[in-house]
């Protein structure tokens, strides 16, 4: 990316005087990553950055928290056997992601130079990226979210055109939730579809784990070898690496769709019920709505004032949870940041593809492309 927009400004003599850059998933930590090349190029000494946003992104990585063996174990399997990045998620040997979160380093300096830093996170259903990572946080209020008072802000009419069969309980309120003392009693129970899922990995997983084994230990070789071959060359000072598409790429491209598409977002589909909902079918009381059409934008954002210094829901949760120091240190600078922060309840069981309308089809995920189009748009103008 940095190659091609320094390409296109400078040679190819296009002139564009504003940047915004979106990116979703393990996308969004190599936008950080890309950032901070920039603004070591000078890049942005010509170009304003204006926002900079992510969608279910695993700040501070994926690793599993805590001291059991099962812990251990499946950081063990993330680490050695999910390719280079699998290492830098799971955090062994990788000093990635205490690069991307150096306070004095150029991918910190990089983010404060936008006027408007956005983050979206999934309370519930991301297996991908779990909310305290996307947040950007050491307090999951949402693991029992049956002890959670929900409200949501009301969304605007116009984004449910479109989805007609959408309610506006999607964007939740933040300042206004507030974690109880006692357990609701909503929740508490797997939906059908929860149980329906557990049942279908049980009769699957026997015979697709050693495929997906197979596939992810083949790629994580290749692409050890790929990361050797681009050191190499850059020793060389060769300007680029290696352009083609390789057959090792295309393996992992397997091994991707394999785990995400079939497994979980096909899995769900079948599961779910027509509406793309994946709610208990237990009677639930309505939440609360809260109406801020009056102003300039329907939703407040979450901001964090400092260390997880939230107001509402975060505070009001009682328990931290059990995170290294290393990761505390991450949430303590990336929060030095203004982000704007929004928290968003999806139906479907598959939340990480939905939050970007993967499926391209009508529905929540819909919804919020919709809404951050807009608050895209009140950014650019601004």
Same mark, same amino acid.
């Given at each position: 990316?940095?190659?091609?927009?320094?390409?296109?400004?400078?040679?190819?003599?296009?002139?564009?005087?504003?940047?915004?850059?979106?990116?979703?998933?393990?996308?969004?930590?190599?936008?950080?990553?890309?950032?901070?090349?920039?603004?070591?190029?000078?890049?942005?000494?010509?170009?304003?950055?204006?926002?900079?946003?992510?969608?279910?992104?695993?700040?501070?990585?994926?690793?599993?928290?805590?001291?059991?063996?099962?812990?251990?174990?499946?950081?063990?399997?993330?680490?050695?056997?999910?390719?280079?990045?699998?290492?830098?998620?799971?955090?062994?040997?990788?000093?990635?992601?205490?690069?991307?979160?150096?306070?004095?380093?150029?991918?910190?300096?990089?983010?404060?130079?936008?006027?408007?830093?956005?983050?979206?996170?999934?309370?519930?259903?991301?297996?991908?990226?779990?909310?305290?990572?996307?947040?950007?946080?050491?307090?999951?209020?949402?693991?029992?979210?049956?002890?959670?008072?929900?409200?949501?802000?009301?969304?605007?009419?116009?984004?449910?055109?479109?989805?007609?069969?959408?309610?506006?309980?999607?964007?939740?309120?933040?300042?206004?939730?507030?974690?109880?003392?006692?357990? *609701?009693?909503? %929740?508490?129970?797997?939906?059908?579809?929860?149980? +329906?899922?557990?049942?279908?990995? $049980?009769?699957? #997983? @026997? !015979?697709?784990?050693?495929?997906?084994?197979?596939?992810?230990?083949?790629?994580?070789?290749?692409?050890?070898?790929?990361?050797?071959?681009?050191?190499?060359?850059?020793?060389?000072?060769?300007?680029?690496?290696?352009?083609?598409?390789?057959?090792?790429?295309?393996?992992?491209?397997?091994?991707?769709?394999?785990?995400?598409?079939?497994?979980?977002?096909?899995?769900?589909?079948?599961?779910?019920?027509?509406?793309?909902?994946?709610?208990?079918?237990?009677?639930?009381?309505?939440?609360?709505?809260?109406?801020?059409?009056?102003?300039?934008?329907?939703?407040?954002?979450?901001?964090?004032?400092?260390?997880?210094?939230?107001?509402?829901?975060?505070? *009001?949760?009682? %328990?931290?949870?059990?995170?290294?120091?290393?990761? +505390?240190?991450?949430?303590?600078? $990336?929060?030095? #940041? @203004? !982000?704007?922060?929004?928290?968003?309840?999806?139906?479907?069981?598959?939340?990480?593809?939905?939050?970007?309308?993967?499926?391209?089809?009508?529905?929540?995920?819909?919804?919020?492309?919709?809404?951050?189009?807009?608050?895209?748009?009140?950014?650019?103008?601004?």
């Amino acid at each position: 990316m940095n190659e091609f927009l320094v390409k296109r400004y400078k040679e190819d003599e296009v002139r564009f005087e504003k940047i915004s850059i979106v990116g979703y998933s393990l996308g969004g930590l190599i936008a950080r990553y890309v950032v901070g090349v920039l603004l070591e190029n000078g890049f942005f000494n010509n170009v304003k950055p204006i926002t900079f946003a992510t969608f279910a992104t695993p700040h501070l990585g994926s690793k599993f928290h805590g001291d059991s063996l099962n812990v251990r174990v499946l950081n063990f399997l993330g680490s050695n056997f999910l390719g280079v990045s699998g290492n830098d998620m799971f955090g062994f040997s990788s000093t990635v992601l205490d690069e991307l979160t150096d306070a004095e380093g150029p991918f910190i300096r990089g983010l404060k130079k936008f006027k408007h830093l956005q983050l979206f996170a999934n309370a519930i259903h991301d297996r991908t990226v779990p909310f305290f990572t996307a947040f950007i946080t050491d307090v999951d209020p949402f693991q029992k979210r049956d002890f959670v008072d929900f409200v949501y802000y009301e969304t605007p009419q116009k984004y449910l055109t479109n989805s007609p069969e959408v309610d506006d309980r999607i964007f939740v309120d933040m300042y206004n939730s507030r974690y109880r003392e006692t357990s *609701s009693g909503i %929740d508490t129970y797997p939906s059908v579809q929860e149980r +329906k899922f557990q049942a279908f990995a $049980l009769v699957t #997983l @026997p !015979w697709v784990f050693p495929l997906i084994f197979a596939l992810t230990s083949l790629t994580t070789v290749m692409s050890r070898y790929r990361v050797r071959e681009a050191e190499k060359a850059m020793e060389a000072n060769e300007s680029t690496l290696i352009k083609r598409k390789s057959r090792s790429e295309g393996i992992a491209d397997l091994a991707y769709y394999t785990i995400d598409e079939v497994l979980l977002e096909g899995a769900m589909d079948t599961f779910e019920s027509p509406d793309g909902g994946s709610a208990s079918p237990r009677t639930t009381p309505r939440p609360r709505v809260t109406n801020h059409a009056r102003r300039r934008f329907s939703l407040l954002p979450i901001r964090g004032s400092k260390y997880n210094g939230y107001e509402g829901l975060i505070a *009001s949760t009682p %328990d931290s949870m059990n995170l290294d120091d290393k990761t +505390k240190g991450w949430i303590h600078t $990336l929060n030095q #940041l @203004p !982000w704007e922060k929004y928290v968003v309840k999806l139906r479907r069981m598959h939340s990480h593809a939905e939050i970007v309308n993967r499926r391209n089809a009508p529905g929540q995920g819909q919804v919020v492309l919709d809404f951050w189009v807009e608050l895209m748009s009140h950014c650019i103008a601004d």
